[in-house]
């Protein structure tokens, strides 16, 4: 098999279930109703926006487990802050500013004290949640409603378009210009392919892998501001189990796990596309347990795709 | 020359004929190997040693050309097959688990059991006799990951010869040993010897094969030049056969270098520096070699920022030169082109386009926006320049041939139009017609009053580019040559002798 056509033929899977989603969709009652539509990015939106910062992540040749404990530690925060009736502005910086700490401290082990990746975030996502945990006593803290101006949104003709999904959206299209048009970017991309050449291109490697990781926890950071918006009450298990929902994302989007390769709108896309599947098992009536199989299922083929495609890059 | 009786030939190697991707390796090399005798074989890098070691290890098949064992013809469809036949190659990269004991990596594929379980005791009583026959006194217990470079190789032979062999190859054993553990092999190989194994010893340490060899093979460009007993030869006969009679061609006059020095090293030291001195002026090519780990490769990592100096300066243009990072001496003119391509040079998911402009990003952007228009532009330019052949600027690097890929780097780096260029092992594995573009690319940069420092192993090389060439060994300067004095001969002794 000449290696363009199996190339080719690594695509297929994703091709093939970007098909049987359409079909699916068309055949559903009630699916293309822009209700739905908006429906679906509303709820992908706390993921999409971690799997934007995943994807960052990821490109650099890194992963972090760390994401939904960043989530919930930040929230915390905020919850702590709004006891004291603080603003919202106040609130809104706090949340960056502790999601990008918590970040950092993720890169600044990965990065300097050169720790796996997978250790170091598996270890801060207990040591994240743990302290959400100790900073909450425990229980949940409710009617934070700080960030409630993002619960309504935009109201075009019969359409409503929520804010939570805007914003997934406008998060998508900033990663996608600094990923496409920027140095940072493209250093970025360099980072996840061959690190070894890129310092010896004169990138900073190591501030640019702290500053992934960074990134990965401001993502947190906003996406606990929507969260927050939405159910308006802070746990200490909030977010469980988010992490592996953003990396099902990215890879479903085409974001490699061996880093430099893939981009923003495929994960955004991912994202998109594994909500829109559970929304459809819903709605097609199939029973609700297949859910969560049929999801694995799908990120099994991706990633199997994935390294179908790869297979043939070492001619 | 010897004519071996066929009783005591072990191995009979003949006609090998071997190409790379066009490039002639072996050009039909004849080698007898015999039972109790330690056979050293010599030649320059690219002589065709590796190539020859691997056809005998499996790990490559020769085009054309036999080899029979004890009078019988073999073919080793791969490496299981060669060890089966009782070949043992102890390569220069060792091949052990180091978290496993002594005499699990001697047993690894071959536990002794009970039932599914391994037979811990039978393990290691049999490591035991094993390491006893040999006179290796290494204990079973111990991890490998605890052992000393010279007794990991002791593990190594051992677990080599363990199942029958009759044939060693040892490739450049003694490259990481101290002059202690070196002896103790030489006492082991006599040993060997002594058991009747035929044994290939492949070194560039010349004074150590006319110690440890009873004869001498030597290869040049993929040709067999000779074999003699070693008693026969001396060194200078030996070098004279390894670099040929060839006539040193240089195309060009000697350049003067111009001006004060942009580059001076006093006293450098590090890793494998020992103190040494170096200058690099405006307008020359300064060769700067010796054998691996003679420190060469760490003095020019050190001068991009890649690798730290324990001691000694370094002054660029009259000032202190203290760089951290690649970053750091890039932006104050020096480019450095690594000897590994595929590790250290190109991005592999990228296209020509991206990687040529990579190091060059402080010119095509602002304020960290790319300007992709004279991205585009820069990249067409310089793959134009050094004429790279490909179906587009998108076309993976990784699909481009070794030459393709060593101008899409050059052009990388040229782009950013250094002062001083470190150009390392710059034609190493590339195709004739592009090394002679590179050198030709090399003079003009020397021409038009750039700086060269030219890193590389390669003696025809230093002698057809440097105005002078710095010899190291042992992390000091062996000798400084400049033409006419800079010959193959003078290079290739001075890298090798005591």
Known sequence: MSPRLRSQLGRIPQILLIVVALVLMVQTERFFTPGTLASILTQASIVGVLAIGQTFVLLGGGFDLSQGAMLALTAAAVAHLNQWEAGTAACLATAAGVGLLLGAINGFFVAVVRANPFVTTLSTLLIYRGAAFIALEGRPFSNIRVFQVLDSGLQIGSTHLPYRGLIFLAVTFAAWIVLRLTVFGQHVYALGGNADAARLAGVRTTRLRIATFAISGLTAGVAAVLFLSWLRVAKPDTATGYELDSIAACVVGGVSLQGGRGGALGAAAGCLLLQALRTQITMSGFPEEYRTFVTGLVILVFAAADALARRNERV | ?498
């Open chain 2, 1 to 498: 020359m010897h004519s071996p009786s066929p009783e005591t030939c072990r191995a009979r190697l003949k006609g090998l004929v071997r190409s790379f991707s066009g490039a002639l390796a072996l050009k039909g090399v004849d080698l007898e190997l015999r039972g109790g005798e330690i056979h050293a074989l010599c030649g320059e890098n690219g002589a065709g040693k590796s190539t020859l070691i691997q056809i005998l290890g499996g790990v490559i098949r020769p085009d054309s050309g036999t080899i029979a064992l004890d009078g019988r013809e073999v073919r080793f469809p791969n490496p299981a097959a060669a060890i089966a036949s009782g070949i043992a190659i102890i390569y220069q990269e060792l091949s052990l688990v180091d978290g496993f004991t002594v005499a699990e990596n001697l047993a690894l594929g071959d536990e002794p059991r009970v039932g599914p379980w391994i037979d811990r005791r039978t393990m290691r009583r049999r490591a035991g006799e094993r390491l006893k026959a040999l006179n290796f006194r290494l204990d079973p217990d111990a991890r490998v990951s605890s052992l000393t470079i010279g007794q990991r190789q002791q593990v190594e032979i051992a677990k080599a010869l363990g199942r029958d062999a009759r044939v060693l190859v040892l490739d450049e054993p003694t490259a990481a040993l101290s002059r202690a553990e070196t002896e103790s092999l030489f006492a082991i190989l006599r040993d060997l010897r002594a058991k009747g194994i035929a044994i290939l010893y492949v070194s560039h340490h010349l004074d150590e094969v006319f110690e440890i060899s009873d004869s001498i093979t030597v290869l040049r460009d993929g040709r067999r030049i000779g074999s003699w007993p070693t008693a026969e030869m001396d060194l200078n006969r030996v070098v004279a056969a390894m670099v040929g009679e060839a006539v040193d061609v240089r195309e060009r006059s000697p350049r003067k270098a111009t001006g004060p020095p942009l580059l001076r090293v006093a006293d450098a030291r590090g890793e494998t520096l020992r103190g040494v001195d170096l200058t690099v002026s405006p307008g020359e090519v300064v060769g700067l070699t010796g054998l691996a780990g003679a420190g060469h490769e760490e003095l020019a990592s050190a001068l991009f920022g890649s690798a730290s100096l324990s001691g000694g300066s370094v002054e660029w243009r009259g000032r202190p030169h203290h760089v951290r990072h690649p970053a750091e001496a890039s932006a104050r003119g020096i480019a450095l082109v690594p000897s590994d391509r595929r590790r250290q040079g190109l991005i592999p998911v990228w296209g020509i386009l991206e990687n040529i402009a990579i190091a060059n990003y402080p010119a095509l952007s602002r304020l960290g926006w790319i300007r992709r228009g004279r991205r585009r532009r820069l990249a067409e330019e310089w793959s134009k320049r050094f004429e790279v052949v490909a179906s587009s600027l998108a076309q993976p690097v990784l699909t481009l041939s070794g030459g393709n890929q060593q101008k899409v780097l050059l052009a990388r780096w040229a782009a950013r139009e250094p002062d001083l260029f470190i150009l390392n092992e710059p034609t190493r594995g590339i195709d004739v017609k592009t090394r002679e573009a590179i050198h030709r690319w090399v003079d003009e940069l020397a021409d038009s009053g750039r700086s060269v420092l030219l890193v590389s192993s390669d003696t025809q090389e230093m002698i057809r580019l440097a105005d002078r060439c710095v010899v190291l060994r042992d992390g000091r300067v062996a000798r400084r040559l400049e033409p006419p004095a800079l010959t193959e001969h003078a290079l290739v002794a001075a890298m090798i002798e005591g």
